[in-house]
């Protein structure tokens, strides 16, 4: 299966499953970004998604995740091995 996971954020983060040309699923919801997070690593490791189908504001989370750590971190990150 060709399935994307993205988080959106609309006043709380939104995991969203995409299956590119067919298919959107809504796979939660949370107020608070290391939940959303432990939900992400969740589904991925349980379907199979690598990190490069992972995204967030535009970017694969690893990228994103590993940018706000030089930048001084806007949100916490979590290692994907650590859920």
Same mark, same amino acid.
């Given at each position: 299966?060709?399935? !994307?996971?993205?988080?959106?954020? !609309?006043?709380? @983060?939104?995991?969203?499953?995409?299956? %590119?040309?067919?298919?959107?699923? @809504?796979?939660?919801?949370? %107020? !608070?970004?290391?939940?959303?997070?432990?939900?992400?690593? !969740?589904?991925?490791?349980?379907?199979?998604?690598?990190d490069d189908?992972? @995204?967030?504001?535009?970017?694969?989370?690893?990228? @994103?995740?590993?940018?706000?750590?030089?930048?001084?971190?806007?949100? %916490?990150?979590?290692e994907r091995?650590?859920?």
């Open positions: 299966m060709d399935l !994307q996971l993205y988080i959106k954020e !609309q006043g709380e @983060f939104y995991l969203v499953g995409v299956v %590119p040309g067919k298919e959107v699923y @809504f796979l939660g919801h949370s %107020p !608070q970004w290391e939940s959303i997070l432990d939900k992400v690593f !969740q589904y991925a490791s349980n379907l199979s998604v690598p189908r992972i @995204f967030y504001r535009g970017k694969t989370l690893r990228t @994103f995740l590993s940018q706000e750590t030089e930048n001084g971190s806007s949100h %916490p990150s979590i091995n650590s859920v």
